[in-house]
């Protein structure tokens, strides 16, 4: 069946980076868009940006651009999303999520557990 | 501040239904599709409306998507227990050029 598996829960220091993976299988990875959203504890869901992994384009949530960066690896059909310059406020549950479509405009139709990044000294 | 606007809550008896409401603008809602998500407790989203009212195989018909101008609505008719969770509407916004979400309802079965 469809799935994406994320990596484990990171702890950080301010100012440091913290990358996430997510593995997905039973689909063809690079047919499909693969989206990051987070959800600070208590709070609601916050888009953080996609990749299309066919051609590699990404879009980013404004508020971020700058600090982030999303990269696949079509060989081990995994995706990844790297955040620097870590702040208190970057602490939240990090989904990756399967898009519908190759295209970014697509609704997320399969989400990984989550990845809890915890930013603190 | 979530981009598009939800109540924080709404509530009711088994068997009775709710109505969510989510307010959003022409570059949003105005202009996009919208897609609701369901959160169950500890859990991640997971798709329940797609494309205004569009239901994803295995999604009760009990879950209603609308949509009118630049606001949309959610309604869950013939409420039972295993529907408390937390609501989100989602658009794609052309301005930020992103998906917004709204801020989440969470519905409680009294």
């Known amino acids: 069946q469809i799935q994406v598996v994320q990596s484990g829960d990171e702890v950080k220091k301010p100012g440091a980076s913290v990358k996430v993976s997510c593995k997905a299988s039973?689909?063809?990875?690079?047919?499909?868009?693969m989206n990051w959203v987070r959800q600070a504890p208590g709070q609601g869901l916050e888009w953080v940006g996609g990749?299309?992994?066919?051609?590699?384009?990404?879009k980013y949530a404004q508020t971020l651009e700058g600090r982030v960066t999303m990269t696949t690896d079509t060989s081990t059909s995994t995706a990844y999303m790297e955040l620097r310059s870590l702040k208190s406020d970057d602490t939240a549950i990090y989904y990756c999520?399967?898009?519908?479509?190759?295209?970014?405009?697509?609704?997320?139709?399969?989400w990984g557990k989550g990845t809890t990044v915890t930013v603190s000294s | 501040q979530s981009v598009l606007t939800q109540p924080p809550s709404a509530s009711g008896t088994p068997g009775q239904g709710v109505i969510i409401s989510c307010s959003g603008t022409?570059?949003?809602?105005?202009?996009?599709?919208v897609n609701w998500y369901q959160q169950l407790p500890g859990t991640a989203p997971k798709i329940l409306i797609y494309?205004?009212?569009q239901r994803p195989s295995g999604v009760p018909d009990r879950f209603t998507g609308s949509k009118s101008g630049t606001s949309a609505s959610l309604a869950i008719s013939g409420l039972q227990s295993e529907d408390e969770a937390d609501y989100f509407c989602?658009?794609?916004?052309?301005?930020?050029?992103?998906?917004?979400f709204g801020g989440g309802t969470k519905v409680t079965v009294l």
């Open positions: 999520a399967k898009g519908l479509s190759g295209s970014l405009f697509s609704y997320m139709d399969v």
């Open positions: 039973g689909y063809i990875f690079n047919r499909f868009a």
């Open positions: 990749i299309n992994p066919y051609n590699g384009d990404t």
């Open positions: 022409s570059s949003n809602i105005g202009s996009s599709s």
């Open positions: 494309s205004v009212s």
């Open positions: 989602s658009s794609w916004d052309h301005s930020l050029n992103g998906w917004v």
